[in-house]
C-alpha cells in the first residue's frame, strides 16, 4: 500500500517530515519499506501555457511552440506528437533540473532556438506503467485551467513523498487511506475527518424498477448498488489521476478511476457495470456451477468451479465475484448509465478462485482479507456521489439490497493485570485505557475488567493477546523493559548427533575432493522421473515455468546438469555432491513425504598427480569407494552390503549396485547409461545416491580403543572357481560365518575370467588374514581355524583350484 502524504493531510493533519513520520509508523508496526520523494532532483518546474504550435521547418517530428511562462513568453522545440495550442503543460526553464541529474540548458535544435522544456510525466520520474494512455508518448497536459507560472510541482500534486507500507497479512486496515488515516491518529494524535458524500438522490422516472438477490448467504452475505443515470465518459480530475497514479495505479476514465480511488480512501472494492448491458432487470449472486464458463474482461474463457462466486443477470455470469468483471458488461465510451456494487464475498472464495486463475488484483488481494463493514455503504454513496460531481451524473433513487450487513462491533474483555504480566509492565488503567482510545477503540471500564469495542475496521483483533499487543505498539516498543531469563541450570550449547553426522559427512567427501553443490527443489516433469522408481511427482499449481514445475524426486538429475554445466566451460574434471531433501507424493491435498539425501556425481578423473601421470577414473569403484568411507566414519559398516542391480533406465545395467542398510534398500551407486552420457555430452560417468535419514538416527556406542598387537599376522590365499552369477560378496559373507575366531581381515585381490576357466565360471581369489593378540599363532591352530572355512566354501558350491 502506497500512502501518499499530501492525501493524508486530508484526513488527518500531520507537521512532521516524512522521515519522521515513516519512522514512527515503523516503530509502530507497520514497516514503512520505502519512501518515493516526487521533489528529489527538480527545480524550476512551472506551469506553461502554449500560445502557438508551428512546424519545425527542418524536421518533421519537430515543433516550435511559443510557451508562456509567466514571466515570459520562450521559444521551445519539442518533439512530443501531442502538443496543441491553447493548452497547460509541464515547463522546466533554463537552468532547472530533471530527475536522473539532467539539466536544462539553452539549445538549438536544428537551427531553431530551444530555450527551456516541455516535460512528460515519465521525465518527472513517473513509471510509465502509471501514466494514462492518452500522455503514455507524449507531453503531459493538464485537464483544467491553471496559473501560469505557478509551481508545476504542486500543480501537479506532486509536491509531495509517498509511503510504501510493507504490511503482515493481519494488517489488512492498512490497506485504506483511512486505515493510514487511523494508525496516524494512534501514533500522533488529532481526529480522523473522512470525505463527505452530500449526493442527492432522484426518482427513478418511471423507469423498470431493479431487483438483487442473494441466493446463498455464505457466498455473498450482502450486496449493495446504487444507479446513476447520464453519466459522460472522460478524463478524471488532475488531481485524481495523480493521487491514483502515486498510489501505483493508472488512470483510464473518469468512471473507473472513481472505483479505484474509492477503493483506496475505504478498502472497499467496488465494481462498475454498464447498467444497459446487464441484460436484465435483476442481479443476482450464486456460487457458479461446475465448469460454467464466462469471458472476463482481460478477453479470456474461465472455466469455473463451484466454489466460485459470480454475479449473474439472473441467467449468465455478468463478474466474478471480488476478481473480475465480465466482458460484455463493463463501462465503455458509450456507457451513459452505471450501476455501482459495494458488497460483501466470502473470503475463502476469493483467496480459492484469485490463486486458481492467477488473477491478483487490488479489489481481491482486500476482499480475501475480508473488508470492513462499516465501509460498505460510505464507499457506495462517495463513488456515487463522486459520478454525481465529477461525470454529470444523476444519482437515481436509493441503495438497492439484499443481505445483511451487521454493522455491531465485537467486544472483547481483558484486565490490566493480564496485559501487565505479559508486558513486563506497570500500566495504570488510565494509560491501557489512553493508549486505545488513540486507535479509536472505545472502552468501557468496569472494576479490574476492560471492555473493549471493536469496530469492523478492525476485525483482526480478536483475543486478548491482540488487544496486549496493540497497547505495547502505541505505548512504545522503546519503553518495554528489558530483563535477562530466570534459569536454576546451565546447559552447554553443543550440535546433535545428527548435526555433528552431517558435519562428518561433508567433510569426509570434501576431504576426498568433492565440492558441495546446492540446487532448486523444483525440477521439469522430465527430469522428476529419472533416476527413480516414482513417476509422479508433486506438481505446483501455478509454476513460474516448465523448468520449475515438479519437486524433485532424485539427486541426480540436478547434479548431472552441474556436471554436464561445468563440462561444456570446459572443466572435464568434475566430482560434486548436494544434501538435500527430495518429496514423495501422498495423492493431491496431502503434504508429500521429505526424505534427506545425500547425492553425488563423478566424472573425468579423480586424483590426478601430473608428475607421476596417475589418476583414478570416474567408474563405479570409485563411487563406491567414497560412500563405503563415509559408512566406515559413520561406524555403520557392519550393517551395509551391496547387491548387483540393473537400476533404472538411465543407469549401466551392469555397473550398477543397490546399497542396502540391514535388509532396507537406501540407495545405489554406479555408472550412468553410455546413452544417457552420450546424450548430456558427458563421458564415463559415475553417481551415488543414499538416503541418509536412517544413518543419521543410528546411535554410535562408546568407542573402545585396543592396543596395537605385537604379535604378527598370518595370511592364507584361496583361488575359489564359482558360477559367475556368484558375488564376492556372498563368498566373504561365507568366510566370515564359518571362521569362529582369528580371522582379521578378508579381501578379494583377484578375479579371472578366460582360459583354463570353463564357461560360465570365474576364479575369485581371496585373502584371510589371521591374528591372535595374545600370542603367536601355529600352523595347527591356523590349520584349525581355515579348514573349516574350505569346507564350508565348498559345501555352497566353490571349488578349490
Known sequence: MRVSKEWLNEWIPVDVSIDELAERITRGGIEVDDVIDYTEGIKNLVVGYVESVEQHPEADRLKICQVNTGEETNQIVCGAPNVKADSYVIVSRVGGRLPGGIKIKRAKLRGEVSEGMICSLEELGIPEDYIPKEYQNGIFMFNEAKNIGTDALSALYLDDQVMDFDLTPNRKDALSMAGAAYETRALFGGEVTRPKSPLTEHEDNGSAAFSIRNEDADAVPYYGARIVRDVEIKPAPTWMQVRLIKAGIRPINNVVDISNYVLLEFGQPLHMFDRDKIGSDEIVTRFAGQDEEMTTLDDKIRKLNDSDIVITNGREPIALAGVMGGDFSEVTESTTTVLIESALFNPVSIRKTSNRLNLRSEASARFEKGVSHEFVLEALDRAAYLLEKYAGGRVTGSVISDGELNLENSRISVTGSFINNRLGMDLSTEEIVGSLSKLGLETEVRGETLNISIPSRRDDLKIREDITEEVARIYGYDALPSSLPEYTSITPG?????????????????????????????????????????????????????????LRNSMIPHLIDNAVYNVNRQQKDVQLYEMGRVFVSRGEGNQPEEIEMLGGVLTGEMNRTEWLGTSVPADFYAAKGIVDSIFEKLGVTDNISYRQSEGFREMHPGRTADIYFGEEKIGFAGEIHPKFAEDNDLNRTAVFEISIDQLLSVKNGIIVYEQLSKYPTITRDIALVVEQSVTADALMNTIRKAAKKYLEDVFVFDVYEGENVADGMKSVAIRLTYLNREQTLTDEEIEAVHSPVLEALEQDGASIR
Open 494 to 550: 553443543k550440535l546433535t548427533d545428527e548435526q555433528k553426522k552431517v558435519r562428518i559427512i561433508r567433510h569426509q567427501l570434501e576431504s576426498l575432493g568433492l565440492t558441495q553443490a546446492i540446487n532448486y527443489a523444483l525440477t521439469s516433469r522430465e527430469k522428476s522421473k529419472q533416476f527413480t522408481e516414482r513417476t509422479e511427482g508433486l506438481e505446483l499449481l501455478m509454476p513460474m515455468s516448465e523448468d520449475h514445475a515438479v
